[in-house]
């Protein structure tokens, strides 16, 4: 087990992001699902200070960005 804490981000889809966090916690994970615009580098910047400022630094970063 880590002492990581998951964070994702979303742009519109909370029934998408609700059953992302509801199959994460089948393997014991509780992440957070945190609403954000990151096609624009001002949603970037406010994704990450709103992590760093409950979490603290970002240790491990997965990107998995994609275009619908």
């Known amino acids: 087990k880590s002492d990581h ?6 742009s519109s889809d909370i029934e998408g992001a609700n059953q992302t966090i509801k199959e994460a916690q089948e393997f014991g994970v509780a992440p957070i699902a945190i609403k954000s615009d990151v096609s624009s580098s001002e949603g970037v910047d406010t994704l990450f200070d709103e992590i760093e400022k409950e ?4 240790t491990v970063l997965v990107n998995n960005a994609g275009i619908t």
């Open 5 to 10: 804490q998951v964070v994702f981000s979303y």
């Open 55 to 58: 979490y603290g630094t970002v």
